[in-house]
């Protein structure tokens, strides 16, 4: 960091000096706008205000039910969204009577079962679904006389399994539907719903992750016998349709579709449209001959999938590594079982991948280094990506010529801070973003990046967010047009003060609830907020 412009430092340290004497530029009031906007554009303000209040971790437990008091709904189901609630703020929460408020709390688990006001419409089923309600509450539900209620509970994954087999009697086809489908439903039971009259419940039958592979098979092969005299389209009427083709073909295609089902049976529907094929081209035990003719497939997406699937042999995948497809040459490079010559020539030429790749992940000791001193950036750029990676390897690639090799390893918490400067020196403005998310950069080299002429909006977004940053850095990235940039310095506790006070107040209010969610905003002024908002 040699040549920090120390000018630029001395006028941008005035420029902040002013800033925290003046409101912000970009929050002066418009002129020429009616009282009534005005008043709106206030009440709007002061609701964010209190929104961000509400989020904000360090909100005391009395200033918590001062809000829970103002009753607004949007800020008490934010409060019910915090985190770690204790039971007198749920039980407070609850007092205040909403439904909607209460439904949702009981749903994830807030209230104790003995708290719940079982006398609400709704609530008994909130229950069950949250998984806080006795097991004879899930049979009082499942004859509730609202078939949505019935219905959820038979699509419930907690449901118990007698629960279930008591649903798949029900008058209404969708409950038995969603019965047949559900896992906790006694295999015993599905060769007896795979001969139900209607494809709705067949097709349940064909998604159950329990169904056999011999009743998959007669389901692949023509929807099951006796045929169907029932289908999506004529369950409710009186007389049934002249063909119910179309019903059996989803039966098919929900039984093709099926982890289990045996390969040899899709031999039919490798032709098949591509939200079908896709459905089983990944699979690990398809015959050569399958993934031969699914490797011609005209769709992208299915040679795509086939290209992915470990289970391809090396020759198809040297094959299909020349596809005109780019995407399908990208899917080879994330084939766990891609030899290491043709992952390595395919990265040379194609997009690089934004997730550490499964052949690197799995590569040896030997590969890596092997891979680590390719004379192809990307493969090694492939290593600096490795989930994890020998401390040898990361001191070699910090001193990577390429650039995306750095991008890579600039951000890896094994990398020592005292090499970051390094990094960002050699390489300049396209490694700062990579260099500010290494979780231990230093103040002073976030503050020199922020300083940077060249920084981008991308940039700034990770030096605002990161916690060594300090409240003079902050100030250069609040002077960024970029509002998601602002929004991240809104939100950092070592944002100063006054600033972040007038952030709260500025008459445009962009800034507002992330400001007042700010967990350094003292208990003082969060109380001033909120005695100024519940007054207007």
């Given at each position: 960091?040699?040549?920090?412009d120390?000018?630029?430092?001395?006028?941008?340290?005035?420029?902040?000096?002013?800033?925290?004497?003046?409101?912000f530029?970009l929050h002066q009031?418009?002129?020429?706008?009616?009282?009534a906007?005005?008043?709106v554009?206030e009440?709007?303000?002061?609701?964010d205000?209190?929104?961000?209040l509400?989020e904000?971790?360090?909100?005391?437990t009395r200033l918590f039910?001062?809000l829970?008091?103002?009753?607004?709904?949007?800020v008490?189901?934010?409060?019910a969204?915090?985190?770690?609630?204790?039971l007198?703020?749920?039980r407070?929460?609850?007092a205040?009577?909403n439904?909607?408020?209460?439904g949702?709390?009981?749903?994830v688990g807030?209230?104790?079962w003995?708290?719940?006001?079982?006398e609400?419409?709704?609530?008994?089923?909130?229950?069950?679904?949250?998984?806080i309600?006795p097991?004879?509450?899930?049979?009082?539900?499942?004859?509730?006389?609202?078939?949505e209620?019935?219905?959820?509970v038979?699509?419930?994954?907690?449901?118990?399994?007698?629960?279930i087999?008591f649903?798949?009697?029900?008058?209404?086809l969708?409950?038995v539907?969603?019965?047949?489908?559900?896992?906790n439903?006694?295999?015993?039971?599905?060769?007896?719903?795979?001969?139900h009259p209607?494809?709705?419940?067949?097709?349940?039958?064909a998604?159950?992750?329990?169904?056999?592979?011999?009743?998959?098979?007669a389901?692949l092969?023509d929807g099951?016998?006796p045929?169907?005299?029932?289908?999506?389209a004529c369950?409710?009427?009186?007389v049934?349709?002249a063909?119910?083709?179309?019903g059996v073909?989803?039966v098919?295609?929900?039984?093709?579709?099926h982890?289990?089902?045996?390969?040899?049976?899709?031999?039919?529907?490798?032709?098949?449209?591509?939200?079908?094929?896709?459905?089983?081209?990944?699979r690990?035990d398809?015959p050569?001959n399958?993934l031969n003719?699914?490797?011609?497939?005209p769709?992208?997406?299915?040679?795509?999938?086939?290209?992915?699937?470990?289970?391809?042999p090396?020759?198809l995948?040297?094959t299909l590594?020349?596809?005109?497809?780019?995407?399908?040459?990208?899917?080879?490079?994330e084939n766990p079982?891609?030899?290491?010559?043709l992952?390595?020539t395919l990265?040379?030429n194609?997009?690089?991948?934004?997730?550490?790749?499964?052949?690197v992940?799995?590569?040896?000791?030997l590969?890596?280094?092997?891979?680590?001193?390719s004379r192809?950036?990307?493969?090694?750029?492939l290593?600096?990506?490795?989930t994890?990676?020998?401390?040898?390897?990361?001191?070699q690639?910090?001193t990577?010529?390429?650039?995306?090799?750095a991008k890579?390893?600039?951000a890896?918490?094994?990398?020592?801070p005292?090499?970051?400067?390094?990094?960002?020196?050699r390489?300049g403005?396209?490694?700062?973003a990579?260099v500010?998310?290494?979780p231990?950069?230093p103040?002073?080299?976030?503050h020199w990046?922020?300083?940077?002429?060249?920084?981008?909006r991308?940039?700034l977004?990770?030096i605002?967010?990161h916690?060594?940053?300090?409240?003079e850095?902050?100030l250069l990235?609040?002077?960024?047009?970029?509002l998601?940039?602002?929004?991240l310095?809104?939100?950092?506790?070592?944002l100063?003060?006054?600033?972040?006070e007038?952030?709260?107040d500025?008459?445009d209010?962009s800034?507002?609830?992330?400001?007042?969610a700010?967990?350094?905003?003292?208990?003082?002024?969060?109380?001033r907020?909120?005695?100024r908002?519940?007054?207007?």
């Open positions: 960091m040699a040549d920090i120390w000018d630029r430092e001395a006028v941008v340290a005035d420029e902040m000096r002013w800033t925290a004497r003046q409101p530029l009031p418009a002129t020429g706008h009616r009282v906007d005005v008043v554009g009440s709007n303000r002061l609701h205000v209190l929104l961000g509400a904000n971790p360090a909100l005391p039910a001062r829970v008091a103002n009753g607004d709904e949007d008490l189901f934010t409060l969204h915090r985190d770690q609630l204790t007198p703020q749920v407070d929460l609850v205040v009577g439904p909607s408020l209460t949702f709390m009981v749903r807030l209230v104790p003995p708290e719940i006001p079982k609400q419409p709704g609530r008994l089923l909130d229950a069950v679904l949250g998984g309600a097991a004879a509450v899930w049979r009082a539900v499942a004859t509730d006389p609202n078939p209620a019935r219905r959820e038979a699509y419930a994954d907690e449901a118990p399994a007698d629960v087999t649903l798949v009697h029900d008058l209404d969708q409950v539907a969603s019965a047949a489908a559900n896992p439903l006694p295999p015993e039971l599905l060769p007896h719903l795979a001969r209607s494809t709705v419940v067949r097709q349940a039958v998604e159950n992750e329990n169904a056999s592979p011999a009743l998959l098979a389901l092969a099951g016998r045929s169907p005299t029932r289908c999506g369950h409710r009427r009186e049934a349709c063909d119910h083709a179309p073909r989803r098919r295609l929900a039984a093709a579709g982890p289990t089902v045996p390969p040899a049976g899709l031999s039919a529907f490798l032709d098949a449209p591509e939200d079908t094929v896709t459905t089983f081209a990944a690990s398809l050569v399958f003719r699914l490797a011609t497939h769709c992208d997406d299915v040679r795509t999938v086939i290209a992915a699937n470990p289970a391809v090396e020759t995948l040297r590594a020349a596809d005109p497809a780019p995407e399908v040459r990208r899917a080879i490079v079982s891609v030899p290491l010559d992952l390595t990265v040379a194609e997009r690089m991948p934004g997730e550490p790749v499964p052949r992940e799995s590569a040896t000791d590969e890596l280094r092997t891979l680590a001193s192809v950036a990307q493969a090694r750029a290593v600096a990506d490795r994890q990676l020998p401390r040898v390897l990361v001191e690639l910090a990577d010529p390429d650039i995306a090799v890579r390893i600039a890896r918490s094994e990398l020592a005292e090499r970051l400067a390094e990094i960002a020196e390489h403005p396209p490694v700062f990579a500010a998310r290494h231990n950069c103040s002073a080299l976030l990046m922020a300083v940077h002429p060249a920084g981008t991308r940039v977004q990770e605002a967010s916690p060594a940053a300090r409240s850095t902050l990235c609040l002077a960024s047009e970029d998601d940039t602002r929004r310095v809104a939100a950092h506790p070592a100063a003060l006054p600033v972040l007038r952030l709260i500025a008459p209010g800034l507002a609830q992330d400001a007042a700010n967990p350094a905003l003292p208990e003082r002024v969060m109380e907020l909120i005695t908002a519940l007054r207007e």
